[in-house]
């Protein structure tokens, strides 16, 4: 899903959430297309403070950008 939506949209940033902290894609979501990863449960400070630094870093430059 994250290649179709790079695909799309190169500059996208898109962030995987999971509650298996030793899932493949969540270790390294760069490695996978993702921006940046975040672990369920998940309180609204830590998904604010990860937008806010995604938002904050300008357009997005994901792999193979």
Do not use: N, Q, W
């Not at 500059?11 to 390294?28: I, K, L, N, P, Q």
């Not at 830590?46 to 357009?59: D, H, I, V």
């Amino acid at each position: 899903a994250a290649a179709r939506l790079r695909e799309m949209d190169h500059t996208v940033r898109v962030v995987v959430a999971s509650g298996y902290s030793d899932d493949e894609v969540f270790v390294e979501p760069e490695a996978h297309g993702f921006t940046a990863g975040i672990r369920k449960p998940m309180d609204y400070g830590e998904l604010g403070r990860l937008m806010a630094s995604l938002m904050a870093t300008g357009p997005a430059a994901g792999p193979g950008c």
